[in-house]
C-alpha cells in the first residue's frame, strides 16, 4: 500500500516536488486548496503525512502555518529545501503579446514582479494554486491568460514555456517540513535539528535569558519567529528552529527552557537537511 501524503496544490506544484523527492515516486497524492484542508486531512485520518512550505528565502516566512501546527498539536518529523524555478507558461502557441493577466500563488507572483515591470498592461492574479492555473488553462483553452508554474506543470498540462526562470532573485529556495499526525521516533544519534515554541516573560531581558541558555547548551539557533498570542493581548509566542551536534546538549537546553518559559512544547526533532 502506497504512503498517502497530503500537499497544498496540486499534481506539477512546488508541494509535488518535494513529495517526490522525499518519498519517492510510490506515493498516493491528496491534493488541497488550503493548508487548513492539509492538516485536516492528517487529522481525520486520509493522510499518512503531509507536505507543507514554511518559509521562503526571499519572501520569509509563512507566519499562519506555525500556529496551524501548533494549535493542532501536528509534529515536525522532517525537513527539505527546494530551489524555486519559476517559469512563465501558455497556451501552445500564444505570445506573451495577447497575455492579459497572469495567474499564480502570491509567493510566485511576488518572487516575479521585477519581470512584468517590462509588462504593465499584464495583470497579476493571485491564486490558491502554482500548478493549478496551468490545469485550468489546458482544461479550458486559455489563450488570454498565463501561469506561473514549476515546468514540471508544462509537461504536466501540454503547456508552453514562453519565458524560463523568471524570478527576479536566481538563488531561491524554500523549506518545506514534513509533517505527521503522531510524532515519529527516529535514532538520538541521527537527530540534530529541533523546532520549538514558548512564551517567555513580558519583562525586560527574558527572552535573551532565554536565547543564552541556548548557547551555552551548544545550541545554533537557526530561526526565531515571535507571533501574538491571541487569548492574552501584547504577549508573544516564539517559534525557534535549533541545530546541535550532540542530542544530549539538547536534551539539557529542552530541560531548562521547560523551567524558564511558558506553555514550552517541542514541535519536532528531526535532521537537519541542509549541509554544514
Known sequence: MNLKVAIQGIKGSNHHQVAKDFFGEAIDLIECLSFDNLIEQLIN?????????????IAGSIIPNYNLIYHNNIH???EYYLSIHHNLMVKSGVKIESIKEVHSHPMAL????DFFKAYPDIKLVEDVDTAETAKRIQEKELAEIAAIAPAVAADLYDLEIIAPEIQTIKNNATRFII????????PKEDINKASLRFITDHKRGSLATVLNV?????????????????????????FVDVTFDAYADFE????????MSE??????????????
Do not use: H
Open 110 to 113: 511576488l518572487q516575479c514582479k
Open 179 to 186: 509533517l505527521k499526525k503522531q510524532n515519529k521516533v527516529i
Open 214 to 238: 541556548m548557547s551555552d547548551c551548544n545550541m545554533n539557533l537557526t530561526k526565531i519567529q515571535s507571533l501574538p498570542v491571541i487569548e492574552t493581548p501584547w504577549k508573544y509566542a516564539f
Open 45 to 57: 485520518g486520509n493522510a499518512d503525512k503531509a507536505v507543507m512550505a514554511i518559509e521562503n528565502s
Open 76 to 78: 515536525i518529523v522532517g
Open 263 to 276: 506553555d514550552f512544547r517541542v514541535l519536532g526533532e528531526y535532521k537537519n537537511a541542509l549541509k554544514s
Open 252 to 259: 539539557k537546553g529542552k530541560a531548562l527552557l521547560k523551567i
